[in-house]
């Protein structure tokens, strides 16, 4: 994974008929949910509560056959035994029949891949110490390992005539300079301690991979009845996954193939190479991030989104389309102020079918030629379980212009969904729901949009407002501020667990994209270019005294948490006002000048979000780091921090707690021994952080008629 992808992160019972004779809760039992746990049923409805988070189950991938008529897809769960996530693969036909498992769950399975003539399915089976590309043939249900490989492969893709299957693959390199040649080694039995690393590279380690291997990824190919893989790239880069020519002789793919690519970490180019050996060829060279290369059907064009480099926080990537030979490059839609993704080619050549977010929204939408972009799906969503963030996929089926796609809304995690270019969104139709057996009996809180204007200037700001089960808008009930990370991401109404939770004991739950949140174009997104944290400050505040206003939140219970970005701000408001009760400060940046030396994306930081180095620019770093109005904190403030988090390491909580502590303000530090940056990665940490945020409001809450323990 590129650190370029990193850092956007900082941040069944079945209604179709099982297999025969397998009842639909035994197929579920079998492979979908091994962490299924029996409990005894409810007499009646019940609210969502913490061990309902193993039996969460989501589509993800979806992977729309040739002809159109069948879906391949990954379904995962969680293992309430192991604490992980555990993956299979299933398949669903178009019209939302034949739901039913195509791997037995004894191995994590992922990425599928239909052959040219839909006739088999390549897929990726893999475990702590291996990965297999393996195949399986449709009507007879048989599979081959074709590879057996010491790294996880990516971007699976078949050549055009079904005899070979190219992909991304890591290529362990040189090993660290041996500074020390002249170190004795230890007598036969002696424990000298662990290794000691030389470090020399600038970027070196990874929030959630830790020390980086080294080496880097290139581009193979591998016969479609298996055999050793061949390598088609080398050098001292960092190459894409593979997309074939329709003739089958090049590949053509975005890498980093510059000297300085570690020190530039957003210049990538779009390059082909020969099949059968040749020089690797850039088609593009503009200083900027150049991706997801998309060849024509008729192999005259190619597609790929990017955009000119101009070092700031937020940057649109566009849709651009060039010759075949890289010539001609033209951009397509300069009048469309989103960013767009996974460019898929139509059957007839007439544009693409692209992904993208507006207002808080993930849509499918239709790219023309001439730049006019038409809406096919909305709500496509559902895979970050935990907070309501942007994260789906679609798969097109050129023959037929239908598409398939992951579907999300406030009451379920991502199902499998299908809709037609031809049709709309109003042609859509969801066929799974993985979820129904679980929330199908839970009373959810319900969302509603809210949008009012900011105390700052007047700038339009949107939000969603979710309301405890059983609401009644004639009682008070405490509101929880619930703040996005990134900064340049956005929430939506999507499906949260850790929203639903807090609902769930009878909070108000209100979630914002103040300036600076991705899906409302350029302006609004650099908004807070080299002035984060600031006026997103007063945003927020505007939005919680518009759900005051409506007369069922207490102004005297208010709280307010958020992780990564959203700690930031947490940090950073109650060192600007002392309205909430409590607060809870999830992996924060508190000290910009020690963080852009210590973070994993030290080189990113430094390029995107300051103006030049610390030591050069001190009062700009300082000016916007939340220590430095540790001072002004009364709140009652929790920390919270992951121990293996090196995207926001230990450091930046310590130094708030440190302050608070000196300062005799009431504050504890909650540190998850095993948790990276992403906290909730594992549902156990996800029900922890829940519970210890859930625990430090209740200490401190009161005033409200509304507040009740609920689930």
Do not use: C
């Not at 490989?149 to 971007?155: D, E, I, N, T, Y």
């Not at 490059?329 to 992904?355: I, M």
């Amino acid at each position: 994974m590129s650190l370029t992808t990193l850092i956007a992160t900082f941040a069944l019972v079945v209604s179709s008929p099982a297999a025969p004779g397998v009842t639909a809760p035994a197929a579920r039992a079998m492979t979908a949910a091994p962490s299924a746990h029996l409990r005894a049923a409810p007499a009646d409805t019940q609210r969502f509560a913490y061990m309902d988070v193993f039996d969460l189950e989501w589509a993800g991938d979806p992977q729309i056959s040739p002809d159109g008529s069948t879906i391949a897809f990954v379904r995962t769960g969680f293992d309430v035994m192991k604490d992980r996530e555990r993956s299979s693969l299933w398949v669903v036909g178009s019209d939302g029949s034949g739901l039913r498992a195509l791997t037995d769950g004894s191995r994590d399975a992922s990425a599928p891949a239909w052959s040219p003539d839909g006739s088999q399915l390549a897929y990726v089976a893999h475990d702590e110490e291996e990965a297999e590309i393996r195949v399986r043939w449709m009507d007879t249900g048989q599979e081959a390992v074709l590879a057996r490989l010491q790294h996880a492969p990516r971007g699976l893709a078949w050549s055009p005539d079904g005899s070979r299957l190219a992909f991304a693959m890591f290529v362990p390199g040189e090993p660290a300079p041996n500074i020390a040649a002249d170190m004795p080694s230890p007598p036969k039995g002696a424990d000298w301690g662990p290794e000691i690393h030389v470090i020399d590279r600038v970027t070196w380690r990874l929030n959630g991979r830790g020390l980086l291997p080294r080496g880097h990824t290139h581009v193979f190919v591998l016969p479609a009845e298996g055999g050793t893989p061949r390598q088609v790239t080398d050098g001292p880069y960092d190459d894409g996954a593979p997309e074939w020519t329709p003739d089958g002789r090049s590949l053509v793919f975005s890498g980093d193939r510059h000297e300085d690519a570690a020190y530039d970490p957003g210049n990538s180019d779009i390059y082909s190479v020969p099949v059968d050996g040749g020089p690797v060829r850039a088609l593009t060279s503009r200083h900027g991030p150049d991706a997801a290369p998309a060849v024509s059907p008729d192999g005259s064009k190619i597609a790929y989104v990017g955009y000119d480099e101009r070092y700031q926080g937020y940057q649109v990537r566009r849709l651009y389309v060039m010759d075949a030979d890289g010539t001609g490059s033209h951009l397509v839609t300069g009048d469309f102020d989103r960013s767009v993704g996974n460019p898929t080619w139509a059957k007839d050549g007439s544009g693409l079918f692209v992904q993208y977010d507006d207002h808080g929204d993930t849509k499918v939408g239709f790219v023309a030629l001439d730049g006019k972009v038409t809406v096919l799906a909305e709500h496509v969503g559902g895979l970050s379980i935990g907070r309501p963030y942007p994260g789906g996929s679609f798969s097109v089926s050129p023959a037929t212009g239908r598409f398939a796609f992951t579907q999300s809304s406030f009451d379920h995690p991502a199902d499998v969904a299908v809709g037609s270019r031809r049709g709309g969104p109003g042609a859509v139709r969801r066929l799974t729901r993985l979820n129904d057996d679980l929330l199908g009996h839970r009373s959810l809180a319900t969302g509603e949009e809210i949008d009012f204007k900011s105390s700052y200037d007047g700038q339009e700001i949107q939000g969603w407002i979710l309301k405890p089960p059983g609401f009644d808008a004639s009682r008070e009930y405490p509101l929880i501020l619930e703040i996005h990370g990134g900064p340049y991401l956005n929430y939506g109404d999507r499906f949260a667990a850790e929203d639903q939770l807090y609902a769930a004991r009878g909070y108000v739950v209100l979630y914002l994209n103040p300036r600076g949140s991705t899906s409302y174009g350029a302006k609004f997104g650099n908004a807070i270019h080299l002035d984060y944290p600031d006026h997103d400050f007063e945003d927020l505040m505007s939005g919680v005294d518009a759900v005051v206003q409506k007369g069922y939140v207490s102004p005297d219970s208010l709280y307010v948490t958020g992780g990564s970005g959203g700690g930031v701000l947490t940090a950073w408001t109650v060192g600007h006002t002392t309205r909430f009760r409590a607060a809870v400060v999830a992996k924060p940046v508190i000290n910009w000048y020690s963080w852009v030396l210590t973070a994993d994306m030290s080189v990113f930081g430094l390029k995107y979000w300051f103006a030049g180095y610390p030591w050069d620019n001190l009062q700009n770093y300082m000016e916007h780091s939340p220590i430095t109005y540790a001072g002004h904190v009364k709140t009652p403030t929790m920390i919270m921090t992951g121990g293996e988090d090196l995207r926001t390491p230990d450091g930046e909580a310590e130094q708030f707690y440190q302050a608070l502590k000196l300062q005799k303000v009431p504050s504890v530090m909650v540190r998850i021994p095993d948790a990276t940056h992403e906290i909730a990665g594992k549902p156990s940490n996800l029900i922890a952080k829940t519970a210890y945020i859930l625990g430090w409001f209740q200490r401190y809450r009161g005033g409200a008629s509304g507040a009740d323990s609920g689930g």
